[in-house]
């Protein structure tokens, strides 16, 4: 038996060199596929208040990426605004909503940008679902390692969350903040986060975590706004607004993606702020994806 409603198609435009199975391996988060079979599978909630969930399929076919979207079973039929409001989501996920050759004119560009290019030009950055979703993976990893964490948010999304078969596999989507707000409890994580979860359930639910509305904060405002949910210091609050809400051209100070810039860049000392800012001033208007970039591919140029 089916564990989906019956499957509506939409598609999202391509621009540049793209190649979505270095978009579904990247490997950050929740994310830990080790190959790929033609498809990425997603399950999430729905921006917005979060409280419709959706599985996706998503193909690659020439200039666009195909999807196939799943309701939950026994669900209505999405109308043409909330099939629309997918296909966007899942664009900024797999960073589909910024302009693809222009990003690909500013790597070619710069000579080193152009080696870190050629290793895979068609990768772009991988997002959270949502600002939701990513606040709650920051609860559920604080302190623990991303292997430790993996497991803990796939247990809570099929023990509260909404199953789907996802071209053959099953997927489960995290819990809706509604559906969040009943756990009492889950094994392996400590009562304590237990509010912190209700307390990111309950700021979706008044839609102060959808990502148009904290995309279009100046980003330090966001992370200051973000940082009141009780939990979420500095490190998560950048997180969220570095890798969920959807920006290009922030630029990042994390240590792991500035080491990585120093050794692409063949810097014999660690970059200050400034230095960096100076550095990445060619990179606009793609400074974040230029530091993921850097982070995610950096090991595979040789020597």
């Known amino acids: 038996?089916?564990?989906?409603?019956?499957?509506?198609?939409?598609?999202?435009?391509?621009?540049?060199?793209?190649?979505?199975?270095?978009?579904a391996l990247m490997g950050f988060g929740h994310r830990d596929e080790r190959s790929?079979?033609?498809?990425?599978?997603?399950?999430?909630?729905?921006?917005g208040d979060h409280e419709t969930q959706v599985g996706v399929e998503a193909r690659q076919v020439e200039a666009s990426v195909e999807l196939t979207v799943y309701g939950p079973p026994?669900?209505?039929?999405?109308?043409?605004e909330r099939l629309a409001d997918v296909a966007r989501q899942v664009a900024r996920v797999i960073s589909l909503d910024h302009?693809?050759?222009?990003?690909?004119?500013v790597c070619l560009a710069d000579p080193a940008l152009a080696r870190l290019h050629a290793?895979?030009?068609?990768?772009?950055?991988?997002?959270?679902?949502?600002?939701?979703?990513?606040?709650?993976?920051?609860v559920l990893s604080a302190r623990r390692s991303r292997t430790q964490a993996i497991p803990l948010r796939t247990r809570l999304c099929e023990l509260y969350g909404t199953p789907f078969v996802l071209a053959g596999q099953p997927l489960s989507a995290l819990?809706?903040?509604?559906?969040?707000?009943?756990?009492?409890?889950?094994?392996?994580?400590?009562?304590?986060r237990v509010p912190r979860l209700h307390a990111i359930a309950r700021a979706a639910t008044g839609r102060q975590l959808g990502a148009e509305r904290l995309r279009a904060l100046d980003p330090a405002e966001a992370e200051r706004e973000l940082q009141r949910l009780p939990g979420i210091g500095p490190f998560y609050s950048s997180l969220i607004v570095l890798r969920a809400v959807g920006h290009a051209d922030v630029l990042a100070f994390e240590g792991h993606a500035r080491s990585a810039v120093e050794e692409l860049y063949g810097v014999d000392h660690e970059l200050t702020p400034d230095e960096l800012t100076t550095l990445a001033e060619g990179w606009r208007p793609f400074r974040t994806?230029?530091?993921?970039?850097?982070?995610?591919?950096g090991g595979r140029l040789a020597g």
């Open 1 to 23: 038996m089916s564990l989906s409603a019956d499957p509506q198609t939409t598609s999202i435009d391509v621009t540049g060199p793209y190649d979505l199975a270095e978009v």
């Open 36 to 47: 790929f079979d033609g498809v990425m599978r997603m399950a999430f909630c729905l921006d």
């Open 74 to 80: 026994g669900a209505a039929v999405l109308s043409g």
């Open 99 to 105: 302009d693809g050759a222009a990003f690909d004119a």
């Open 119 to 138: 290793v895979a030009p068609g990768f772009r950055p991988a997002l959270f679902y949502s600002p939701y979703e990513a606040a709650v993976w920051s």
């Open 175 to 192: 819990p809706t903040p509604s559906q969040l707000l009943a756990v009492e409890a889950l094994p392996g994580l400590p009562a304590d």
């Open 289 to 297: 994806w230029v530091m993921v970039s850097a982070r995610a591919l």
